[in-house]
């Protein structure tokens, strides 16, 4: 759940020139909110007299941007993915769709299970055994790519999601660097990225084998390599493919194919799952996750 639970509203008036500092704390009557009528006129009357910023004034007007605007770049030339993106909300990647905001995302209406892959799918029951996901585990890739906004930070030699959900981050370098040796196995893998003209690659391995491609349990093995691409052709628009290579899920290689959306109104807000979640977890009402022991 987001985390936004303020016990106590604090609300600071400040007045023009120094004039006063009151503190109205909601709660029992203290001393500094004792405040006698003629003292809340003056505030008030101080307040409506001050000068009020432009912006103020024009209310919280949302931004436009031109949308087919060129493409950002960063100082060695490469598209810049920098903003808040808003992608297609996709709990099962078999399916094809385009929202009202543009997102969209074109996934494989079947896909080839293995015998391997297809007992996952079989035996995956979140009720009975928990999700990971509501057990406040990262998400991983690609599952991560669904709920909630997601903002880019990106320089010459890194591009860093951070994303809203369970305020996960993942930071990867894009100077075309090897793998990592002895690196240990992760929810999000081992992330490295290269350029290829104007299009950003990101290829990723050494899984712990513990996450879903989505929130229906679609699976991947901790074997998998997986290929994400990213394109800007202008301002307000991302073109994101994924591509999976799991000999041991999947008879061929799978794809999904997706577009972002810039949202340059929205922010990324502090997300705390645990807080919201604890309590569930410890009497019941939500299934505690745990890795599975059989798992080869």
Request: hydrophobic share 35%; aromatic share 10%.
């Amino acid at each position: 759940m987001r985390s936004r639970n303020h016990k106590r509203l604090l609300l600071f008036l400040v007045v023009p020139k120094g004039l006063a500092l009151l503190l109205l704390q909601k709660g029992k009557p203290t001393m500094k909110n004792r405040l006698s009528p003629i003292v809340i006129a003056v505030v008030m009357l101080a307040i409506f007299l001050a000068p009020t910023p432009a912006a103020a004034q024009a209310g919280t007007a949302k931004k436009t941007i031109n949308t087919n605007g060129p493409t950002p770049r960063l100082p060695n030339g490469k598209p810049d993915f920098r903003g808040t993106w808003a992608r297609p909300y996709t709990p099962d990647i078999t399916k094809s769709f385009v929202n009202r905001d543009g997102t969209s995302n074109k996934g494989e209406a079947v896909l080839p299970f293995t015998a391997w892959g297809q007992k996952q799918w079989d035996d995956y029951n979140p009720t009975k055994n928990g999700d990971y996901a509501g057990s406040c585990m990262p998400f991983g890739w690609i599952r991560s790519f669904s709920p909630h906004p997601m903002q880019i930070v990106q320089n010459d030699e890194h591009i860093a999601f951070l994303f809203e959900q369970s305020t996960m981050f993942a930071v990867v370098p894009t100077d075309g660097r090897p793998h990592r040796e002895g690196y240990p196995p992760t929810w999000f893998g081992d992330t490295v990225g290269k350029w290829d003209g104007d299009t950003l690659i990101l290829e990723a391995v050494n899984f712990n084998g513990w996450a879903k491609l989505d929130t229906s349990g679609h699976p991947f093995s901790k074997d998998a390599k997986l290929t994400m691409t990213f394109k800007r052709p202008d301002l307000g628009h991302i073109q994101f493919t994924w591509g999976l290579d799991d000999p041991k899920t999947y008879t061929r290689p799978i794809k999904n194919e997706r577009v972002f959306v810039l949202t340059p109104d929205v922010e990324v807000m502090e997300y705390s799952c645990m807080e919201g979640n604890i309590d569930n977890l410890l009497t019941g009402v939500v299934t505690p996750w745990r890795p599975p022991e059989d798992q080869d």
